[in-house]
């Protein structure tokens, strides 16, 4: 082969007017013969790493390649109906990946799922969660106060709810939250938004420094009445 881009298998079938239902470029039926036996693996589509000879060298290695799927009303890099379902998404669906089949549960897990927008990797972290919380990392704006951490707790109004159907665990079981709307009335900095700004939930993370500056208020004003108190006593000696 050569040129600069060269293609060892390419196919470009044009369908007529009558493939209404479907167009396949490339389809994978595996069978097997009617004789008692177990295959270790069935692969419909094998990739296997590139050799490479000596003095040459690769780029960027694909094990697969699809570009941006544009041509359709829905369009998807990659569609398995496999369980769970995971749908590749291409520009039709911002760069979405979509597994709707994924198990869920309300029960503490070992670990959170986080990504990165740098690279665009999911991984799992076991140790503190994904927002990192050193200092390095940080432009502090502003000292909260531990009286104005607890006037917004104490603007909050807390509940307990099931979801409803379609949504979160489709209420199966009772939990106890906020109501981002709320939430953000008291203070716009402890909910989230999507880049339209849609109102997408509550920080609960977030609220955990609100809250330990609200336990601090109260402990000064505890402790002061303490005080208080003790001045009381010895005055009435």
């Known amino acids: 082969m050569s040129g600069v881009n060269q293609l060892a298998m390419a196919f470009a079938p044009v369908y007529s007017s009558g493939a209404t239902t479907s167009g396949t470029g490339i389809y994978v039926l595996q069978n097997t013969p009617a004789v008692a036996f177990t295959m270790a ?27 941006a ?4 009303a829905t369009n998807w890099g990659v569609y398995s109906l496999s369980a769970p379902n995971f749908f590749g998404g291409d520009t039709t669906h911002n760069a979405q990946t979509f597994a709707p089949n994924i198990t869920t549960s309300s029960a503490a897990q070992t670990g959170t799922v986080c990504w990165t927008t740098g690279t665009g990797k999911f991984t799992v972290d076991t140790t503190v969660g994904c927002l990192t919380s050193i200092m390095a990392a940080k432009n502090i704006t502003e000292h909260l106060s531990p009286e104005k951490a607890l006037d917004l707790v104490a603007r909050l109004d807390p ?3 099931r979801y409803k159907s379609g949504w979160g665990d ?11 709307e709320q939430v953000a009335l008291v203070d716009e900095r402890m909910v989230g938004r999507d880049p339209g700004g849609n109102l997408q939930g509550v920080r609960y993370q977030e609220l955990t420094a609100v809250l330990a500056g609200a336990i601090q208020q109260l ?7 303490r005080d208080e108190l003790k001045n009381l006593k010895r005055n009435n000696r």
């Open 69 to 72: 799927q544009s041509a359709g």
């Open 219 to 225: 402990k000064a004003d505890n402790d002061n009445l």
């Open 170 to 180: 489709s209420g199966r079981y009772e939990q106890f939250g906020f109501g981002a």
């Open 41 to 67: 693996s069935s692969y419909g589509i094998y990739i296997d790493n590139p050799f490479k000879g000596a003095g040459s060298s690769i780029t960027t290695a694909y094990g697969l390649y699809v570009a």
């Open 159 to 161: 509940f307990a709810f």
